[in-house]
């Protein structure tokens, strides 16, 4: 249809008389008739009434006849002026067309496209409606200037008559889809049906201004009427979508780009002739049509709601540099009426309200409408420490909430995805792994970070807003920040976890194991020796920690005495099989497990084997110190074995060795064997262990000595 339209254009000015104009003439005469200003406007609705209109066709007309008659053109350097030199009329070719014609064109084209590939979008939809209607109209009014726009001084008079017709039809048209869109957009202020009230109202007018029926000009009375209605009418959609900020955007956005459309199009091609300023616009009227393609954009964009959330601050940007702009203009006029015959003072009156009433008038505006509108974490880190750090008995959940309400504002906040739209509020139900703008800006989508859940933050600032990508990276950088200070949190207890199980388990092993033998001597100066050894191993156990180193052979030479004295006190033999072992120096930690573990056998065999002998066999393969440990004894004796060989495990997993626990049977008794690592390398936390019951914040209480 655009291509119909454009082509219908062209062929109407080609072939019709033309005659090139010498640089820096203009046409003064036709034949013998003498040329006007009024004879050479662009637009004849700039006359004040139908009669100046009928005689301005009437007389084209006649320059038009004139032209076909073969009669030459004359060219002055001015208008008025005799004749310098004249110009036979030929036939007009595609190459003389002038570019404001094929702007026309192309402006009427392009809204025409945009209209069709919104209605394509949601052809539904009534106020796509409404704007497919302004689409369709524009290349009307917009095609048909063009071409008597374009016209080489004139055209038939039924014809410029017609085309005037067409222009005043699309333009009513154009009118009525306007009213039509803000009835329907973003919500239908009334049914589909009332839309055909503006239609009748409106079409009788236009039927009489294309008749002339009445004395004076309606058309600039019914453009007039329409274009208030649809400001009235967007008034009450901005009220009514005060709740609904993605439509409160989308209808921003589209009323900005309406009035930055028409105020550029008047204020440039309008209102310097209607103010005598000018005897045309500052810019032709071909080129002045593009500003109503960059209201149909506008409009478009608004209707399709394309990342409106992005649009949303840029918006208030355009509201607030066109207000400015108007003030300035405003300010400028009355001082200028006021103090006309006294131009320094109406300077120095600007320039001092300019620096005392309008800056500081623009920063408000700025900072009231645009920097407040963002949000930040500054002063949360309180807040931020005291959820992150809390536990869930004490109301995580709710304080988490909390802090999202006094950060973003939002009306609701509840679980994202299909917990919400079921209505559960369900912890496991899925969420985001980051956070992300849903449903075009009206929801933002927190992930766990937590620890109850992702949440879904809806309608931002109460529902005066959108959220935007500010919103997203603000979350986005709360989320790593409540993230690593409970991963900080939770390591620092796993610290304290790890050291409290090593302090129960060497109180377990080795003081329950001094303990048992001071419990079983006789003697009261060994007595005495054992419970000294065993305060000393305490402050070991507590001031030591991992730190310091043992000598291998002297460790397992102590050991093996200690051992020998514990089993001989119960009438049990050691066969403790001699091997050599190098002068090599082990870590405490490893000096700590190997005491630890030989101390619980021996307590083991002690209190439940029966046995007679007990076999230790101590072997070093390179850097790893392989340990088995037997006796023969009753492995069933005892139903349950303690901690005792749990600890074991656990002690030897630690060091990156493994540990093998068999039970052999009758007159056999257990047998264990240990592989343990002597390198220099960190030990491995102890995982799988069970903290000890805590005896006091801090320190855990020791399992019974009895293994």
Known sequence: MALLLSVGAVLMLLGRPYAAAPPGMVPVAVGDLTLTP????????????????????????????????????????????????????????????????????????????????????????????????????????????????????????????????????????????????????????????????????????????????????????????????????????????????????????????????????????????????????????????????????????????????????????????????????????????????????????????????????RQFLFSRFVSTRSVSLAGRMPDILRVAMMPMSDGRDGAWDALLRRIWEPLSIGRPGMAEAAGVDDPSAPHAERATIAEQGLALDLPDCAGVGGRQLRYAAAGRRLFGEDDKALAATLCELVTMIRQSAAAFQRGVTTERDRISRDMHDNIGAQMLSALHSSDAGRKNELLRDALNDLRGIIDAGFTGQFNLQDLMADLRGEAMERLSDHGIRLDWQPLPLPDLPVSLAHGNTLRAVIREAVSNVIRHARCRTMRIAPELHGRELHLVLSDDGSAGASPRLGNGLENMRVRILALRGSISIVEAGPDHGFHIEILVPLDSAEPAPASGAEPAAPLSPGIGAPPPVTP
Not at 118 to 141: K, N, Q
Not at 159 to 176: D, T
Not at 217 to 224: G, P
Not at 225 to 230: C, E, G, S
Request: net charge neutral; glycine share 10%.
């Open 38 to 361: 009024g004879d050479l406007i662009e637009e004849p609705d700039q006359l004040p009434d139908y009669a100046a209109m009928r005689d301005f066709f009437a007389r084209q007309d006649t320059l038009y006849s004139a032209l076909t008659g073969g009669a030459e053109v004359g060219f002055a350097p001015a208008p008025e002026m005799a004749a310098e030199i004249r110009v036979p009329a030929r036939p007009r070719r595609l190459g003389d067309l002038p570019a404001p014609f094929f702007f026309q064109l192309g402006v009427g084209a392009l809204a025409l496209l945009i209209g069709a590939w919104i209605f394509a979008l949601r052809p539904r939809d009534w106020g796509v409606r409404m704007f497919a209607l302004t689409g369709l109209c524009v290349p009307v009014f917009a095609m048909a200037a063009a071409v008597y726009s374009s016209r080489f001084i004139a055209l038939p008079g039924d014809l410029f008559r017609g085309l005037s017709g067409v222009n005043h039809l699309g333009a009513g048209v154009f009118g009525i889809g306007l009213v039509g869109l803000f009835l329907m957009y973003p919500r239908h202020l009334v049914r589909p049906v009332w839309l055909w009230v503006p239609v009748a109202v409106f079409g009788i007018g236009i039927a009489l201004d294309l008749t002339h029926a009445v004395p004076v000009k309606l058309l600039d009375f019914i453009v007039m009427t329409q274009t208030l209605l649809a400001l009235v009418l967007a008034v009450v959609q901005w009220v009514l979508s005060r709740r609904m900020p993605l439509d409160r955007a989308g209808l921003r956005y589209l009323v900005l780009a309406t009035l930055i459309g028409v105020s550029c199009f008047i204020g440039l091609s309008v209102m310097p002739v209607a103010l005598g300023l000018s005897e045309q616009g500052l810019l032709p009227q071909g080129y002045a049509f593009g500003f109503f393609l960059i209201m149909h954009l506008g409009i478009a964009m608004g209707l399709a709601r394309y990342r409106v959330f992005e649009l949303d601050r840029y918006a208030y940007l355009v509201w607030l540099w066109l207000g400015s702009a108007m003030l300035i203009i405003g300010l400028d006029a009355l001082l200028l009426m006021l103090l006309h015959d006294q131009p320094w003072t109406s300077l120095g009156l600007a320039l001092l309200v300019a620096s005392f009433v309008y800056f500081p008038l």
